[in-house]
């Protein structure tokens, strides 16, 4: 299979890519590299799946390059590529989440138009839903975002649908419910979390911390989303990715700082605006239509994470001296 992969050099499109090549698939990897953090940590995610004779990389705003040639030559398309993050999505900052996660989303499928045999597998959020009415949430609920950036992305998700029942485009939405593990973006909470644990830094949550999260380890994502490129029912269709551990942020930091090991000074601020109490998946059609079955625990992903950042603070430490 000849794949392409948009938002490669991201925290789950870079695992997604190097899943792809160690099994034997050709992968074309095109990634803006905006500016919502940097250049350098992107590239090297990256490093592995440079190793691989059949992978190439190419620096393309989807929103605005040629797509054609591109979608012309692989069997299956990720979309991946997105602005990212709820609270950063207020603002003027809106209009790059209107470029980067729905025009981007409406040129690509515009490309596939008249390519009705490639099938996308479109990487949506649970963001779509907000603040949910139903724990755990099911695919039909009522969405009813809570964020610019779910807003965006339930635009983007209609595309996908539109396209679908006017030009036949195959598409699949995969909805991922707060994905966390290695490589995971500066801004989120648990690289936050990790990085001052390991350094003795004073930690900052938004709100009380009872909140709620169902934490999606990012390998079980991976496996979901390659899945969803080939499963016979999914053409059409949406799913939540949900990892089945719903936890809240208080638990989560107290299993970060025992890893730590050592004191950690905790401030808390007011929730953001955008930020929900709870969210929880749903995953019985994944798991009845994708095979989706996720066995990594918290604690254990957790840990992965926690070395991970370990292992880069340790890489940063040797370059300074």
């Known amino acids: 299979m000849r794949a392409l992969v948009t938002g490669c050099a991201g925290f789950i499109g870079s695992q997604l890519t190097e899943s792809l090549l160690v099994d034997g698939h050709e ?31 190419l620096t393309l705003d989807v929103a605005g390059g040629d797509l054609e040639p591109l979608v012309e030559g692989c069997g299956v398309i990720f979309h991946l590529a997105a602005e990212p993050g709820v609270r950063t999505s207020w603002g003027e900052r809106f209009e790059s989440y209107v470029r980067n996660n729905v025009l981007a989303t ?23 839903y907000g603040d949910a009415e139903e724990l755990p949430t099911p695919e039909h609920a009522r969405p009813r975002p809570f964020s ?7 635009a983007a998700e209609h595309l996908c649908s539109l396209y679908g029942g006017n030009y036949g485009v195959e598409t699949v939405a995969l909805r991922y419910f707060s994905t966390y593990g290695p490589r995971q973006r500066p801004d989120m909470a ?7 644990a390991l350094r003795g830094e004073p930690l900052t949550i938004f709100g009380t911390g009872e909140q709620t999260r169902d934490f999606t380890y990012v390998a079980d994502v991976v496996a979901a989303t390659r899945a969803a490129a080939t499963a016979p029912a999914a053409g059409g269709q949406a799913y939540n990715i949900g990892g089945g551990s ?27 605006k955008g930020d929900v109490r709870n969210t929880g998946a749903d995953t019985s059609r994944a798991r009845r239509d994708l095979g989706f079955n996720p066995t990594t625990s918290v604690a254990d992903g957790l840990r992965a994470e926690f070395e991970w950042m370990l292992a880069r603070e340790r890489q940063l430490m040797r370059a300074r001296s």
């Open 148 to 154: 610019p950036y779910g807003v965006t992305k339930l």
């Open 246 to 272: 719903r936890i809240s942020v208080n638990e989560a930091l107290e299993l970060i700082i025992s890893f730590a090991d050592q004191p950690v000074e905790v401030r808390r601020l007011e929730s953001e």
């Open 106 to 128: 409406q040129r690509l499928l515009e490309a596939l138009r008249e390519r009705p045999d490639k099938r996308v597998v479109f990487a949506s959020s649970s963001s779509i």
């Open 190 to 196: 648990f690289h936050r979390f990790c990085r001052a």
């Open 27 to 57: 992968v074309v990897g095109v990634d803006a590299f905006i500016d919502t953090y940097d250049a350098e940590t992107k590239l090297g995610n990256l490093e592995r799946a440079k190793e691989f004779d059949t992978f190439s990389l």
